[in-house]
Every structure is written in C-alpha cells, then in structure tokens.
T-cell receptor
Framework: DAKTTQPNSMESNEEEPVHLPCNHS???????IHWYRQLPSQGPEYVIH???SNVNNRMASLAIAEDRKSSTLILHRATLRDAAVYYC???????????????FGPGTSLSVIP | DAGVIQSPRHEVTEMGQEVTLRCKPI?????LFWYRQTMMRGLELLIY????????DSGMPEDRFSAKMPNASFSTLKIQPSEPRDSAVYFC??????????????????FGEGSRLTVL
C-alpha cells in the first residue's frame, strides 16, 4: 500500500495561512490524494481530494507537486475552529469490482494560536 | 439528510459482557466502514461492507469481534466477550460510489460521531 508521511504537529497563528505538507513518494499513477480532518471529539470529515491538478473548495486548497510525490493542504486563514488532526491519505484504485481500503495514518495535529 | 447515526454514544460495561454498537448509514450509500480509534493505535479500519456484503474483515482484531449488515440501512459491531483493551471510540462511516470513474469507489467517507466504549 502506498504510504504518506506527515509532520506530527504544527502550529499556526489565527488568521494566518497554514500549509500542511504530505509526502507520498511511492504514489502510483492512479492514486488520488485525499485529505480529512478530525476535530476534537468528532469523527473525521472530508476536506478535499485531487489527482494531478491543484484543487480548491470552500474549506481549503490542495497543491500537488508536479511529480506527485508530495502535496500541501492550504488553509488560507486559520481559525480556532481549524484546530484538528489532518490526515493525508492515498486512495488506491483497483478494479471495477473492488474498493480500496481507506487507511488513516497518525496525521498532523494542528494547533491554532489566538 | 441526518448523516451517519451511531448508537450508543457512550457505553460503559464490565469485562466479559457483550457489547453491540449500531450504525445507520446515509441512505443510498453503497459502502459502510467500521473503524476503531485509540490513542496508541490511532484510527484502525476493522471491516467494510459493499452493498451489505463484508468485503474485507482483515482488521477485525479477534474472533470476539463480529460485524453484520442485515440491510442497507443498518449495521452492528458486536464484541463478545468484551475486554478492557477493547476500550476505544468506534466510528462508523458510509460512502457513495465515486461520481467520477464508474464502478470505482473513491467517494468521500462520511463519519458518524462515534461510540465511546469503556470496558472496566
């Protein structure tokens, strides 16, 4: 299974941009890069995903390196509510009859300082 | 939609007792996942279903754990007998089929709020 590497923890000041890195050097050509986050005492929630091109949605932006061996989740203005554990996950695609396991690593614990 | 609904939210039981955790997925979702989360091991995938059929249960830790999905709107995770090391938060998640590549499931997972189990 393709694996990801993330820093254990990061800090950010409130209202500043946050760049959360993820390394996935063994990514295969058909792996999607997904990000989830888990707020305290809640289940994980989907943030964003992409394949090759950078992606934007209302929650965040995803910047994918040209060689796809790394990606960065960008929170444009961190708020206190963004304090959470952020997971970078690779979603492998097999066949039409199969489904990839969604495996979570330890993620990055983001602290937001008021 | 109400989202994924799990019950109970909290369960405290004594070692040796049977525990049943319940999950109602989002209507129309084809996939259902059970995860366990502890401080030591993080989020672990226990088992997942596709159209009510168990696809991969390799994450189920022991024979004491069993999961069923009798219909598209209900799943249970049972632990019998329970042990203190089973104390954890158990999450259920459901997912639709991918709306992009037909037949390949890369849809986002929608998680419930979890069931916190404490075994004394």
């Amino acid at each position: 299974d393709a694996k990801t590497t993330q820093p254990n923890s990061m800090e950010s000041n409130e209202e500043e941009p946050v760049h959360l890195p993820c390394n996935h050097s063994t990514i295969s050509g058909t792996d999607y890069i997904h990000w989830y986050r888990q707020l305290p005492s809640q289940g994980p929630e989907y943030v964003i995903h992409g394949l090759t091109s950078n992606v934007n949605n209302r929650m965040a932006s995803l910047a994918i390196a040209e060689d796809r061996k790394s990606s960065t989740l960008i929170l444009h203005r961190a708020t206190l509510r963004d304090a959470a554990v952020y997971y970078c996950i690779l979603r492998e695609q097999y066949s039409k009859t199969s489904y990839d396991k969604v495996i979570f690593g330890p993620g990055t614990s983001l602290s937001v300082i008021p | 939609d109400a989202g994924v609904i799990q019950s109970p939210r909290h369960e405290v039981t004594e070692m040796g007792q049977e525990v049943t955790l319940r999950c109602k997925p989002i209507s129309g979702h084809d996939y259902l996942f059970w995860y366990r989360q502890t401080m030591m091991r993080g989020l672990e995938l226990l088992i997942y279903f596709n159209n009510n059929v168990p696809i991969d249960d390799s994450g189920m830790p022991e024979d004491r754990f069993s999961a069923k999905m009798p219909n598209a709107s209900f799943s249970t995770l049972k632990i019998q007998p329970s042990e203190p090391r089973d104390s954890a938060v158990y999450f259920c998640a459901s997912s639709p089929r991918d709306r992009g590549l037909a037949g390949v499931g890369t849809g986002e997972l929608f998680f419930g709020e979890g069931s916190r189990l404490t075994v004394l």
